[in-house]
T-cell receptor, first 112, second 115 residues
Framework: KAGVTQTPRYLIKTRGQQVTLSCSPISGHRSVSWYQQTPGQGLQFLFEYFSETQRNKGNFPGRFSGRQFSNSRSEMNVSTLELGDSALYLC???????????FGDGTRLSIL | QKEVEQDPGPLSVPEGAIVSLNCTYSNSAFQYFMWYRQYSRKGPELLMY????GNKEDGRFTAQVDKSSKYISLFIRDSQPSDSATYLC???????????????FGQGTILTVHP
């Protein structure tokens, strides 16, 4: 069974640009959560999607948004990039949002 | 104050040692407790998943949860150099509302097992 797949693995952007990250969950998993990982703040919850609906959201500005498609694949978008957005962005999937989450290897985003 | 506190280490032990990793938390609504292992340049890998208080064993790994003390532990027996990684504790609340899909993590403990 394939795991959680995130693309791309690495991205370099400049301040002010926007970026879209993609996540394909484990087959059969309908819940997708996104996290930001930085050395200073650790892993922080961004939002969770289930059946194409955002059910939960963390304390991040509105520049961070996401969506989920009917096949459960999810995308995350960050607009007007800032230097502080440099981080590893991780996607995790679970059956329905309350079971253990399984993570992808993340997208490393660097802002110049 | 963070909801979940974890000593970042680093922790260095000889091969074959018993490793003890711990987290404390302040949110009494946490009901599900997990331990993840993260290797460099990889995503977190689920090691242990427990519900409420008690012990759970899986091979060389034992997870303990003491909800009365708001304290969880992970023990690694017969540690191997391949166990060298960052270990993250994570917790979530029960069903409903703000708990869906949200894990709250500790800062992670960096473990090195030397031959």
């Amino acid at each position: 069974k394939a795991g959680v797949t995130q693309t791309p693995r690495y991205l370099i952007k400049t301040r002010g640009q926007q970026v879209t990250l993609s996540c394909s969950p484990i087959s059969g998993h309908r819940s997708v959560s996104w996290y930001q990982q930085t050395p200073g703040q650790g892993l922080q919850f961004l939002f969770e999607y289930f059946s194409e609906t955002q059910r939960n959201k963390g304390n991040f500005p509105g520049r961070f948004s996401g969506r989920q498609f009917s096949n459960s694949r999810s995308e995350m978008n960050v607009s007007t990039l800032e230097l502080g957005d440099s981080a590893l962005y991780l996607c995790a999937s679970s059956l329905e949002g309350l079971q253990p989450q399984h993570f992808g290897d993340g997208t490393r985003l660097s802002i110049l | 104050q963070k909801e979940v506190e974890q000593d970042p280490g680093p922790l260095s032990v000889p091969e074959g040692a018993i490793v003890s990793l711990n987290c404390t938390y302040s949110n009494s609504a946490f009901q599900y407790f997990m331990w993840y292992r993260q290797y460099s340049r990889k995503g977190p890998e689920l090691l242990m998943y427990t519900y409420s208080s008690g012990n759970k064993e899986d091979g060389r790994f034992t997870a303990q949860v003491d909800k009365s003390s708001k304290y969880i532990s992970l023990f690694i027996r017969d540690s191997q150099p391949s166990d060298s990684a960052t270990y993250l504790c994570a917790m979530s609340e029960g069903a409903g509302g703000t708990s869906y899909g949200k894990l709250t993590f500790g800062q992670g403990t960096i473990l090195t097992v030397h031959p």
